[in-house]
C-alpha cells in the first residue's frame, strides 16, 4: 500500500475514517446532545461527496488494480453519499421521537455507505465480496435498532440469516471461478475466458450462477424476494428507506462490475436469463403489492418491481456498442428511484407514531387538507413511480424501455409497459386515500425531516424539466 493508493480511494478512506473517529468521539457526547453526532455524520458524508464530484472524469486504479476509479464509480459513490447524507435527514427526528437514539446508528450507517462505495471501485472477486459483507453487516445491525421492538428483532434475524446464506453462494461462486481460471482479478478471469485456457468451463459457469444469486439477493430479485418485504416493515423507517435504495443500488454495481467485465463471453447465455428473472420480478412485484394494506410492505414490493425494471437494461450488455446507453440508463433511473423513494420514505416517517401505528393505508386518511406540502411530496413520488410525465420517474422509464427496445428485447419492454399501468393502481390508491377521505392524522418531524422529503420530491420535479443534461453528464463518464 501507498500513499498513491490512499489518495486514488481518498472519498472512500474519508468516510471510514469519519466513521470511526466518531465512534470514539460519540463516548464523550452527552445522552441529551446526541443530535451532535448527526452533525459530525453529515460533515464526513459532505467531506466525501466534496472528494469525490470532481473525479467524474477519472480512470485511474490502486492496490495492484484491485480497486479501480471511473465515471461509473464516481457516480455511483455520490449516489451512494446523497443517500447517506438524506438517511441522517430522516433519521434524525425520528430516532429521538421513538426512543432509540443512540450514537452507533450513524457510523453503522456511514460504514455500510463506505461498503457501498468499495463495492463500486471494486475490480476484484475478493475486493466485492469484502465490500459486500462491508455493506450488509452494518445494514443487519440497523434493521434490529428498534430493540425491543419484536418486529424489529425479527427483522434484523431473518435479514441476518438469508443476507449470510446469498454471501455464501458469492463466496463459493468466487472459489470455483478461481479454480477455473487462476486469479480473482476480473481483467484476468475475462483474459482466460475470453482466450480459452479455463481449467474447467463448466465449474466457471456454476461459479457466475452462484454469484448471480447472491447479487439477486441483494437486489431483492424474483424468486430471491422474499426476505424484503417482512424486512422492510420490521426495520426502523429510516433504515428501510435507505436500505432499499442502497443495497439495490450496490448490487447492480456488483452485476456490473462481474458480468460486463468478467463474463462478456457468456453474456449470450446470461441476457436470456436475466431477461425472465426482469420479467417475473415486474409482474410478481406489482401484482403483489396491489393487496399490501401497510405502507412499508406496499413500498417494499414496489422495491422489488423497481429491481425488476432495472433488470431490463442490464440483459442488454451482451452488445458491446449498447453498454454505455445501457449503463447510463440504468444509473438515471437509479438516480430518479432514489430521489422518489426519499420524498416518499419521508412521509412515512413523518406519519410513524411510537407505538409503530401510522403505517396503514387508512391512517393517510385526510394528509391532504391538514399536511399540503407532505401530501404533494408524497403525490410526486407515487406519479414518479408509476412513471407519469413531469416526474424523472417518466424520463427514468423511458430510457430505461428505449435501451430495452434497441437491445432487441421488444416484449420484455411490452411487459414493462403493461406493468407500469398496473402499478398506478395501488400508487393512487395511496392519492386517494390522502384526498378524498376524511381524517385527521398525526404529523410528526422536525426542519431536517421535511427539507429532505420536500426537497427530493422538488428535485423529482425540476430535474424532469431538464432529463437529458443529467444523462448527458453521465453517458460522458461512462465513455471516456
Known sequence: MTND???????????????IVLLLVDLWIPARQKGMTAFLAALGLAAALGLNLPRLNWNASAFGGMVVVDGFSVFLSSVFLMCGLLGIGLAYDYLKRMGIERG??????????????????????????????????????????????????????KYFILGTFAGAFVLYGVALVFGSTGSTGLREVFSAAEAGTLVNPTLFAIGGGMMLVGFAFKMAVVPFHSWAPDVYQGAPTPVTGFMSIGAKAAGIAALMRVFVTAFPSQAADISPVLAGLSILTMIVGNLTAISQKNIKRLLGYSSIAHGGYLLMAFVSFSQSSMQAEMTSAMLFFLSSYALASFAAWGVVVAMEKENGQGLELDDYAGLGKKEPWLALAMTIAMLSFTGMPLTIGFWGKFYLFRSAVMGG?????????????????????????????????????????RLVTIGSAAAVVVVSLVPNSLFQVVLQALIR
Open 409 to 449: 428485447y421488444v416484449t420484455m419492454t411490452i411487459i414493462g409497459l403493461l406493468t407500469s399501468v398496473i402499478s398506478a393502481y395501488y400508487y393512487l390508491r395511496v392519492v386517494v386515500v390522502m384526498y378524498m377521505k376524511p381524517g385527521e392524522p398525526k404529523v410528526s418531524g422536525d426542519f431536517w425531516l
Open 5 to 19: 493508493d490512499l489518495m486514488t480511494l481518498l472519498p472512500l478512506v474519508v468516510v471510514i475514517g469519519s466513521a
Open 104 to 157: 452507533e446508528y450513524y457510523p453503522l450507517l456511514m460504514l455500510s455507505v463506505a461498503g457501498m462505495m468499495l463495492m463500486t471501485n471494486a475490480n476484484d472477486l475478493i475486493i466485492i465480496f469484502l465490500a459486500l459483507e462491508m455493506l450488509s453487516i452494518p445494514l443487519y445491525i440497523l434493521a434490529g435498532f428498534a430493540i425491543p421492538r419484536q418486529e424489529s428483532e425479527e427483522s434484523a434475524l
